[in-house]
């Protein structure tokens, strides 16, 4: 059974940092692409980043590049989220997602909170 | 960035009854392997998101075959042939054909 379980959110001043993990389980982890996708609270989905199976690719949304980095450890199975210069409106949670040709495969999420 | 425009985004339906979703991307979602990444989402209240339908009416395992999913190019539509209790959320189209991949603003499902 495909798990993926996501830690590393919490309470963060405005300017603060975290690093969120996402713990994959149940499926080759090394062979698929990973997403990270967040949700403001009362809010619709927004893709974050992508990173592919070898990490040969990696892409963000504009409204976090040069802010956050993704990057993975095949021999762990963990895929993470380093999110520097947080601001208020990255308050979310944030889910990560297994893709396999448009097949998405969704974590439970972790609530990141950007307030003073 | 690839706008997606769902319509309608609240839908009060009645239990037993039919219920559609359109999507409409503002440019064509084939991609340059032939295929088109539209993908359906539900959202349920408290819950993360579960995908529905990828590559437009792929079912995902254990998605009820009441819902199917359609379309081609730019329009594609999501219906639930009778709705039940356990359908009501938030229903999101996706697409992963170019990045950034984007939403649909979703559409809320609700029992009349």
């Known amino acids: 059974e495909v798990q993926l379980v996501e830690s590393g959110g919490g309470l963060v001043q405005p300017g603060g940092s975290l690093r969120l993990s996402c713990a994959a389980s149940?499926?080759?982890?090394?062979?698929?692409?990973m997403n990270w996708v967040r949700q403001a609270p009362g809010k619709g989905l927004e893709w974050v980043s992508f990173?592919?199976?070898?990490?040969?690719?990696?892409y963000y949304a504009d409204s976090v590049k040069g802010r956050c980095t993704i990057s993975r450890d095949n021999v762990n199975n963990l895929v993470y989220l380093q999110m520097d210069s947080l601001r208020d409106e990255d308050t979310a949670i944030y889910y990560c997602?297994?893709?396999?040709?448009?097949?998405?495969?969704w974590g439970q999420g972790t609530l990141v909170t950007v307030s003073s | 960035d690839i706008v997606m425009t769902q319509t309608p985004l609240s839908s009060p339906v009645t239990l037993g009854q039919p219920a559609s979703v359109s999507c409409r991307s503002s440019?064509?979602?084939?991609?340059?392997?032939?295929?088109?990444?539209l993908s359906w989402l539900q959202q349920r209240p408290g819950q993360p998101p579960r995908l529905l339908f990828y590559?437009?009416?792929n079912r995902f395992s254990g998605v009820p075959d009441r819902f199917s999913g359609s379309g081609a190019g730019t329009d594609f539509t999501l219906k639930i042939s009778r709705v039940e209790a356990e359908d009501v959320g938030v229903y999101y189209c996706m697409q992963l054909t170019q990045f950034p991949y984007t939403f649909g603003q979703g559409t809320k499902l609700e029992i009349k």
């Open positions: 997602a297994r893709e396999w040709f448009g097949e998405l495969n």
């Open positions: 440019q064509s979602l084939v991609h340059s392997d032939g295929n088109t990444y």
């Open positions: 149940g499926f080759t982890f090394s062979s698929y692409s």
């Open positions: 590559k437009i009416s």
């Open positions: 990173i592919r199976h070898d990490s040969s690719d990696i």
